[in-house]
């Protein structure tokens, strides 16, 4: 497998011994998550199921920012404790997660349980003079690190010059970051330097190299981390080991609100409870890794829509498939089968594109329905075709709504029902049946001389 690393702006092998190790930048626990984030954490979810699913063992970390200036402003607007707000909102990220399917990490570390991991960091960069203690905290001494700005492409001259450096004369260099913050405003932490709360760049150094080690295959996050964050953290991270830091640099790209960048001052940030509620879980899963991961996707109606769509393609797909008969007419589907896998494989491999594995695994599901509507799948048909279909579904992260035996039964009593009035021209009574079908969730599907069903995914949006 190959990846675009964001550091070398080449794609790189991805090698590793027993496991692949993968740190993700995780939310600030401040608010809502949205849609962004969302996109982000699908994108790691997928790429983990499809290594997964092609048994290669991954270790998963991803942190949860629970010390923060907007969570300690959020908690004084709402009268509560930092802790309160970050604790409410873990909460509701991992509802949200659970909704979209992601997989849980190995570890959720939180930055509040590991302060004595970022003071002995940071204690080791004071030791080598990589950083210094000035009268608001400790810094990083950018002018120690030659390569800074390796992996955004920015010249420290031109930092130097720009307009987003935020000025601070305490500090050396106006590229200097904070490491330890003074504060005796809680919630605070004792340190060899005073009492403070770290910087945000550090809990990321210190967590990683705890979890994965010092130098893991792949470092996650979205394309707006690149600079300042994950810029700081190669800094201090090799700073601090004197070995390069992560293998792979893999970003994600933003999401954009017909055309515009999410915006709380805009007012068209999209929460992924509001996604949630309108479209579920299966459409925001496909919309999200249905461009190529490192470029931004725009969100509209029209293109959740078109996932809408493909998703009813596929619970059909899978019905046809499931509830397969013996039938004189058939097709052989075994080289569809066998190059749609190889294809889909070979896309996620090649920098793991989505949109192309998409395309191919739909390319198969057209022709499969094609030929079931023709009546022309047959029980060997679905025994060939099941796997495949399932194996896709597994790396999409897709739960197609299951029923069970008993279901199944008595599903086919009422279609059995309903036929025998449509014979008898019972037409009224035969649409009450095919509304008490409805009401069960169901669909159905008339063939020329048989009719399937399926369970479709309730969408509030479709209504």
Same mark, same amino acid.
């Given at each position: ?19 692949v ?5 995780g939310?600030?626990?401040?608010d ?56 409410k ?12 399917n992601i ?36 810094y ?45 405003e ?20 210190? /967590? ?11 470092h ?6 690149i ?106 589907i ?48 679905a025994?060939q075709?099941?796997p ?9 992260g897709?739960?197609?709504?299951t ?20 014979e ?6 035969a ?8 009401? /069960? ?19 509030k949006?479709?209504?």
């Open positions: 497998m190959r990846i675009h690393d964001t550091l070398t702006n080449s794609k790189k092998e991805l090698e590793f011994s027993d496991k190790r993968i740190y993700l930048c939310v600030t626990v401040y809502q998550s949205h849609i962004g984030h969302a996109r982000t954490i699908i994108v790691f979810d997928t790429l983990r199921r499809f290594l997964e699913a092609n048994n290669t063992q991954v270790e998963l970390i991803q942190n949860f920012t629970d010390v923060d200036d907007k969570i300690i402003n959020r908690a004084k607007e709402q009268g509560e404790s930092a802790n309160g707000i970050s604790s909102y873990i909460q509701t990220y991992f509802e949200d997660s659970d909704r979209l997989k849980r990490a190995t570890n959720y570390p939180k930055a509040t349980e590991h302060i004595d991991d970022m003071i002995n960091l940071i204690q080791k960069l004071v030791d080598n003079e990589s950083a210094y203690v000035s009268k608001n905290g400790v990083f001494r950018v002018s120690k690190f030659s390569e800074y700005g390796k992996l955004s492409k920015k010249k420290t001259e031109d930092l130097e010059s720009g307009a987003r450096i935020e000025v601070d004369e305490s500090k050396e260099s106006p590229l200097d970051f904070a490491l330890w913050k003074f504060s005796d809680q919630p605070n932490w004792e340190s060899p330097w005073g009492k403070g709360r770290p910087g945000w760049h550090i809990e990321c150094s210190a /967590m990683s190299i705890k979890y994965l080690g010092k130098n893991f295959e792949i996650g996050g979205g394309r707006d981390l600079f300042p964050h994950h810029e700081n953290e190669i800094a201090q991270s090799e700073s601090f080991t004197s070995e390069q830091f992560a293998k792979i640099w893999m970003h994600a790209g933003m999401i954009t609100i017909n055309g515009e960048k999410m915006s709380k001052s805009i007012g068209n940030v999209k929460s992924i409870n509001h996604v949630l509620e309108s479209w579920g879980p299966n459409v925001a899963r496909l919309f999200c890794v249905s461009g190529h991961y490192s470029k931004p996707i725009d969100y509209t109606e029209e293109l959740l829509k078109e996932n809408l769509i493909r998703l009813r393609q596929i619970e059909t797909c899978y019905y046809e498939l499931r509830l397969a008969e013996e039938t004189e007419e058939t097709e052989d075994s080289s569809l089968l066998k190059e749609s896998r190889e294809k889909f494989d070979a896309a996620l491999n090649d920098d793991f594109n989505t949109s192309l594995g998409l395309s191919i695994f739909f390319n198969m599901i057209k022709t499969i329905n094609s030929l079931a509507a023709d009546e022309k799948i047959t029980k060997k048909n025994e075709g099941l495949v279909l399932e194996y896709m579904l597994e790396v999409l897709i739960k197609i709504q029923v069970s035996d008993e279901e199944i039964e008595s599903v086919f009593k009422l279609i059995n029902k309903r036929e025998e009035l449509r008898q021209k019972q037409f009224d009574e649409d009450k049946v095919r509304d008490e079908i409805g009401s /069960m969730g169901i669909s159905l599907i008339d063939h020329k001389n048989k009719t399937i069903w399926m369970k479709k995914e309730s969408i949006a479709e209504k």
